[in-house]
């Protein structure tokens, strides 16, 4: 006697879902296939009739039938699977983890993919995969600077708070100078990589025309800035920049400048005579240029106009530095200064402290 398919029984409820499922266009293709078996086995048609109808094997219209008799709606889903063992687990990842913060083997400055899967006995892959997972990149780099000023506290509080307070009836000016900037001459463009992608390319040789120190003026209350390129940095050259620059100002302002430790910013005394009552110097701790915002006029100025230039003389040097600092001005605005706080208990993390 030949073997009849189990009947199928269901409520009004769950046939409604089955055709909601069977119709859907965002349901997965296999759940909306299965949905049809289904309900074509609760019309009553054999296996061999409905497999034959849908272009699939008998045992497969029998599975999701005694499938959907056990369990109903859930049974249209996988099963749990175990999935293929883990080869590269917990373990691995401490082990890795730990290995980075050992020496790395000797001739090598810092650890790669390749020396670590040597001495794990990994492969490659398996050491990128668990990097990528952590978020560590073992070629990527950043510095700190941290101040040893006893007096740092006192002199920072000062120059934050003419930044956050300023003084009333008074400009505060935040100054220093970019020495030594290169007129380099360089043939540019754009190339295409192995990959496909497309990127700036410069040429490996040069010409050196010279170069020009840059002393800049940031008026911290409106962004606006004033330079002067000269081809000394002497304590004469920012003296008499400091002239033309406070010639253009209101001679009933108080002015603060913002100054780093730099040789030519100090000894001044006589030039600051000429200016007693109007004229007072706040310098940043030692070791904390980062303080003095025109840093970030001279960011902007590398980026956006010295990195990847050509110039044939100091002249067109000049004048890059020139155009530059006339487009910040014709839209300038006083900087959002922050800094996140950096805690010198970081640098003492290992990375398996940091990743857990």
């Not at 029984?9 to 296939?33: F, G, M, N």
């Amino acid at each position: 006697m030949p073997r009849r398919a189990l009947k199928l029984e269901c409520s009004e409820a769950d046939k409604s879902a089955l055709i909601a499922i069977a119709k859907s266009r965002t349901e997965e293709v296999r759940i909306a296939e299965r949905a049809r078996i289904v309900l074509a086995c609760l019309e009553g048609r054999e296996n061999q009739d409905v497999a034959r109808y849908f272009g699939v094997s008998v045992p497969t219209v029998s599975k999701w039938r005694k499938r959907f008799a056990r369990h109903g709606l859930k049974g249209l889903k996988d099963a749990h699977r175990s999935g293929k063992p883990i080869s590269y687990g917990v373990e691995f990842r401490n082990r890795l983890l730990a290995q980075i913060e050992q020496p790395p083997p000797r001739g090598m400055s810092h650890w790669d993919g390749p020396a670590l899967a040597e001495k794990l006995g990994a492969s490659v892959h398996a050491i990128w995969r668990v990097l990528r997972k952590q978020g560590i990149y073992l070629q990527r780099l950043r510095s700190w600077c941290v101040s040893t000023d006893k007096e740092f506290a006192v002199k920072a509080a000062d120059v934050v708070g003419l930044y956050l307070d300023p003084p009333f009836n008074a400009v505060v000016l935040s100054v220093d100078e970019k020495p030594s900037i290169q007129a380099i001459e360089r043939l540019s463009g754009y190339v295409e990589t192995d990959s496909g992608a497309v990127v700036r390319a410069l040429k490996s040789t040069y010409k050196r025309h010279g170069t020009l120190n840059l002393f800049a003026a940031l008026d911290v209350g409106t962004g606006r800035v004033r330079v002067q390129t000269t081809d000394t940095k002497k304590r004469a050259d920012f003296q008499v920049f400091l002239d033309g620059v406070l010639a253009d100002l209101p001679h009933d302002k108080e002015i603060h400048v913002i100054l780093d430790n730099y040789c030519t910013h100090k000894r001044n005394d006589d030039w600051l005579g000429k200016y007693a009552g109007r004229v007072q110097f706040h310098f940043t701790p030692t070791s904390a240029s980062w303080i003095n915002q025109i840093e970030i006029v001279f960011s902007l100025l590398q980026r956006k106009t010295l990195n990847g230039a050509s110039f044939k003389s100091k002249n067109e040097l000049r004048e890059a530095i020139e155009a530059f600092i006339e487009r910040h001005n014709g839209n300038a605005k006083p900087f959002r200064w922050r800094k996140r706080e950096v805690k010198g208990s970081q640098l003492r993390n290992t990375v398996i402290n940091l990743c857990n």
